[in-house]
């Protein structure tokens, strides 16, 4: 997996999911052994724009959206979090993800913004289709990646 | 960036000839130092801009442009809806009609110091900041319909404003064209309890000194003097903007195809004008404008508050309130002829000449007030619009400074606790609720404000006017 790294990234976690450098923005990629596991790990990445600390997984909250393709699906994926995230003013710390062709539903556990203890550093506006690539290494290990405008 | 790969106009004008599939050439108007800094990317980017269909004359970037998504940041484009032009989401960006707008106070700096930590602590109070922090107003569906129809003007009418602001907010307050019912539910459910908020990232409100006038004539008709105080906002449509370029980028990425416009990245997803989902995203996106118009009125009105409390019987005049991230009708002169053009500005801020008939009778002899954001610690820029920027970028200027670097590289380099402490020592008082965010927007992760305005002053683009110094910075 460490082939598939970015050497600029600077926050990764674990090997699942790292920030790549954009000049205003910022990158999210996510690594799995399937599409759905590098979305997933991706979310956590898209968490980490916001917070470095904990998000506690308190409550669940489901998410479906539909796209023709995989890229446009990740994207949409990540942007249905950052709906989620504005409108209930929460964060989520756990992913699952299962996709079904043109389709996908996911499940998100979070907490509500707590400033003081995750000390929000900015809020995500959009996932863009800049950078914008999900496919398979010859290992077989999938990624997701975008930019996402802050 | 390789100077070779361009055509030197001349001191600050750098042209991309037409090759492959473009259709005008690429202007990027920088000195030599600015655009050999720049990115690869700018190039790649304004080159994909110029293949779009019905584009006009060439695809700028200005002095300050950096790697976007789609568009470079700082780019402008027209499109002609009668030769197949286009509208695009990308090209407007995620925060449509974030602008700036600036405020005189009437005080000078002795004035405020003596104040400076009590006014800096108020206005954190009551300007809602920052992630997870809601505003005072919650909209119901038929406030939203008012505000998404009515922009400053409804902020006014809900008592969070002043008629006397109108004449000087762009399209006096009030975007022709908006169609509320083009913004969809989310987007609405979105913007509910975000009105009168500040949002994060490189969004400010700022308290600033006069500490330079270039232009003593100008800045006599815009009302600054040497230590005048004055505030400024910088901020956007929130989320109910963020969703409609989320939802139209989608629809126009697919669509394109329908239409037979190849697109060199999909961020560029665009759409004819004169179609269904161009007319759509047009309605929607102005609606925005008109959420972005009524938010900055009524953060005005916050900051108008604080003063008034502090310095009873203060009024703080509007001077301007000017967006950088639209597409707007506009006539322009085109090899001498006046033609109807949609304008995209990405993070590039109008800047109409003297004369312009849009400009109120008070600032039409010397031109729009155009307002240059720099970084917290090194200070923004008045200035104002040139004759000249029309033939040079549809009368367009820049945004601000501009990254020189990712807030990745920013976040290793800087402690957020250290630069409010170092930015204190200097009289610059930080609020934020994120020392990571500020880090993040760390002064020396921004280009020099001063070499990108002077470039865009040598380029005819806009003339300097005035530099402003921050006293206080609350920040998202």
């Keep these: ?150 | 960036m390789d100077l070779n790969r361009f055509t030197r106009m001349d001191a600050t004008t750098w042209r991309i000839e037409p090759y492959g599939a473009m259709r005008v050439p690429a202007i990027i108007y920088a000195d030599e130092n600015l655009i050999r800094d720049m990115d690869d990317k700018v190039y790649e980017q304004a080159v994909n801009v110029a293949m779009l269909p019905g584009i006009v004359q060439a695809s700028y970037a200005m002095p300050d442009a950096h790697w976007g998504y789609g568009f470079p940041i700082r780019g402008v484009a027209a499109f002609d809806p009668d030769q197949g032009g286009v509208v695009s989401a990308g090209g407007v960006g995620f925060d449509i009609s974030c602008g700036v707008r600036t405020m005189l106070t009437g005080l000078k700096v002795p004035d405020v110091l003596p104040l400076q930590k009590s006014i800096a602590e108020s206005l954190f109070r009551q300007i809602p900041a920052g992630v997870g922090s809601t505003g005072a107003i919650t909209l119901d569906p038929a406030s939203m319909e008012a505000m998404l129809a009515g922009g400053a003007k409804w902020a006014i009418r809900q008592g969070w404003g002043d008629s006397k602001d109108l004449e000087r907010i762009e399209e006096q307050g009030l975007m022709a064209g908006a169609e509320p019912d083009r913004v969809s539910d989310r987007a609405k459910e979105r913007q509910r309890r975000e009105m009168g908020t500040l949002g994060s990232g490189n969004h400010y409100l700022e308290v600033q000194a006069v500490a330079e006038i270039f232009d003593a004539n100008v800045a006599g008709v815009f009302g600054l003097a040497l230590n005048d105080v004055v505030v400024t906002i910088h901020c956007g449509s929130r989320g109910l903007g963020h969703q409609i370029g989320t939802e139209f980028l989608k629809e126009m990425a697919i669509a394109a195809k329908d239409y037979g416009i190849e697109l060199p990245d999909r961020e560029l997803a665009c759409a004819p004008i004169n179609s269904d989902v161009g007319q759509r995203y047009l309605g929607a996106m102005r609606a925005a404008i008109n959420c972005a118009l009524a938010n900055r009125e009524i953060l005005g009105h916050y900051a108008r508050r604080v003063f008034d409390h502090f310095f009873p019987g203060n009024e703080l005049r509007l001077l301007f309130d000017v967006s950088h991230n639209t597409c707007k009708l506009e006539t322009h002169a085109v090899a001498g002829k006046r033609r109807s053009l949609f304008v995209h500005r990405k993070g590039a801020t109008r800047a109409f000449g003297p004369g312009h008939e849009s400009l109120p009778l008070a600032l039409r002899s010397v031109g729009q007030p155009v307002l240059i954001g720099g970084s917290m610690g090194t200070g923004s820029y008045i200035l104002v619009g040139r004759t000249t920027g029309e033939e040079k970028a549809f009368s367009s200027a820049c945004h601000g400074a501009g990254r020189a670097l990712s807030r990745h590289a920013a976040l290793k380099q800087w402690s957020g606790r250290k630069i409010v402490d170092d930015l204190a020592a200097q009289g610059i008082l930080i609020r934020s609720p994120s020392t990571r965010g500020v880090a993040e927007e760390a002064p020396g992760a921004y280009k020099d404000v001063g070499a990108v305005v002077a470039a865009a002053e040598a380029a005819g683009l806009a003339g300097r006017v005035a530099r402003l110094r921050p006293l206080i910075c609350i920040k998202g």
Aim: with cysteine; proline share 5%; aromatic share 8%.
């Design chain 1, 1 to 150: 997996m460490a082939s598939m790294s970015d050497s600029n990234a600077v926050v990764a976690s674990k090997g699942r999911w790292e920030h790549f450098p954009h000049a205003a923005d910022v990158g999210v990629r996510g690594f799995g052994a399937t599409p759905a596991e590098a979305f997933e790990h991706a979310a956590e990445a898209l968490t980490a724009v916001v917070t470095h600390a904990r998000v506690e997984p308190r409550h669940p909250v489901e998410v479906n959206c539909a796209s023709p393709d995989l890229e446009l699906l990740f994207v949409e994926w990540l942007n249905a979090i950052i709906y989620e995230m504005a409108v209930r003013n929460m964060l989520f710390g756990r992913f699952v993800v299962q996709i079904d062709d043109t389709r996908l539903k996911g499940q998100l556990w979070g907490e509500p913004v707590d400033v003081e203890r995750h000390a929000p550093a900015c809020e995500p506006k959009g996932a863009t289709y800049t950078a914008l690539k999900v496919a398979a290494d010859s290992n077989g290990t999938w990624s997701a990646a975008c930019i996402v405008d802050v």
